[in-house]
């Protein structure tokens, strides 16, 4: 494994569940020396859908993989202390805490930018730093309903969030990106900065075209489940053997490719379907006869025809099928991690972004809490002796 790009980088992670933790995973992952902050006994992040026997979950796994850390009662002097030397030898600090949380621990950027004015602080927050709801909590379905995507996600009597927290893990890898511009500006400068970002954000930046039409166009559009509205076939369907699948149609080539294979071609000329716009609105037509084609044949006859048209489709996987899918398999996109009390391996997600020259990787678990305080504390003046205090005083 290559020493990775970011070898060097010292980042302290005060993130707790997905898009700090998840920010500092991707450093980690390039080389960066991630060091996590716990709470004494661990931060409540950590116990989410337990699976170890120590309660860690497998969210906790995946988002602080390769991390050192160190778990510390911040509120004590002595606790502040240690923060303010850490903050010293640090390159990037992440927190995605409300500001007065930031304030009061001393990780706004004024205490730290006064400590080591060539840190780079990385803050991630429910709703950003303008507005009246400035000072709310949320988490990533506020964003999901906030922004129209669980009213367009769903059907017309019962918006739907999307079960995997994409808002989150969306402002993860944009304040990573950010984190990496300020490196990058540093070199110029020769100083820090802050790099902010929120849920609100990201969640806006993924529905934004929806937003864009209605603010042009008003068509008050009402959701309509699975199906498309730019453009069709876009939905589920329902094969013979019970199994589903998802077929996306988007261009006129493919438009005329998918209705070649139905013995459809009369559709190539009907006004209806004159465009992807059109033949959006036409979408439960399409679908409907979609869905006749598929109820005679199995979902592995469908998918075969697709793949031989070369129409984009792909079956519905149920967790269990996604972990023995052949190509997921064979691809190496998941890693088997092993984890103290954990009965098997996790299969993490290794780094989502491939650089031919210098690769980056997941370079470890996720650590126990306070694993490596004897170590970190060393690193920044603590003797053996001090640390074996500390612990005793519940400060570390």
């Known amino acids: 494994m290559s020493e990775g790009v970011l070898a060097g980088i010292r980042v302290l ?27 004494i006994g661990g931060s409540e992040d950590r116990f989410v859908l337990p699976l170890a026997q120590s309660g860690e979950g497998g969210l906790f796994m995946q988002v602080n993989r390769g991390k050192r850390s160190l778990a510390l009662e911040a509120t004590t002097p002595e606790g502040r202390e240690i923060v303010r030397r850490l903050i010293a030898h640090a390159d990037i600090v992440i927190a995605n805490m409300p500001a007065a949380t930031l304030k009061s621990m001393g990780l706004d950027y004024a205490s730290v930018s006064a400590l080591n004015p060539r840190a780079i602080l990385v803050t991630t927050n429910a709703f950003g730093h303008t507005g009246p709801d400035v000072h709310k909590v949320g988490f990533d379905g506020i964003g999901q309903a906030m922004s129209g995507s669980a009213y367009m996600s769903g059907d017309p009597d019962a918006p739907r969030r999307a079960s995997v927290a994409y808002v989150d893990f969306g402002t993860a890898i944009s304040a990573a990106f950010g984190a990496m511009l300020a490196l990058m500006a540093r070199e110029r400068t020769g ?24 603010a042009i166009s008003k068509p008050d559009r009402v959701p309509q489940g699975n199906l498309g509205y730019g453009s069709a076939p876009a939905d589920l ?21 998918f209705c070649r294979m139905l013995d459809a071609e009369d559709w190539l000329t009907d006004p209806r379907f004159a465009d992807d716009l059109g033949r959006g609105n036409q979408a439960r037509v399409v679908s409907g006869r979609l869905q006749a084609w598929c109820t005679v044949r199995s979902r592995a006859q469908v998918l075969q025809a697709f793949e031989a048209a070369r129409i984009p489709a792909g079956p519905v996987h149920s967790p269990q099928e996604a972990l023995d899918d052949a190509h997921i398999r064979a691809s190496g996109l998941l890693r088997e991690l092993a984890f103290p009390g ?4 996790a299969p993490v997600a290794d780094t989502p972004i491939r650089l031919s020259e210098t690769p980056g990787a997941i370079r470890g678990r996720a650590p126990m809490a306070g694993e490596h305080a004897v170590q970190i504390l060393g690193e920044i003046g603590y003797s053996a002796a001090d640390v074996e205090r500390l612990r005793s005083a519940g400060v570390v």
């Not at 100083?191 to 209605?214: D, M, P, W, Y």
């Not at 954990?342 to 391996?345: D, G, L, T």
């Open 13 to 39: 992670d005060f993130g707790r569940f997905i898009a700090g933790p998840f920010c500092g995973a991707l450093l980690a992952d390039h080389g960066a020396d991630v060091i996590r902050i716990d709470k």
């Open 191 to 214: 100083r820090g900065q802050e790099v902010s970002g929120s849920l609100l954000a990201t969640a806006l930046t993924f529905s934004n075209a929806t937003l864009i039409e209605q």
């Open 237 to 257: 369907y329902k094969c013979a053997d019970g199994r589903w699948l998802m077929v996306q149609v988007v261009g006129q080539p493919l438009w005329e490719k």
């Open 342 to 345: 954990a009965p098997h391996p």
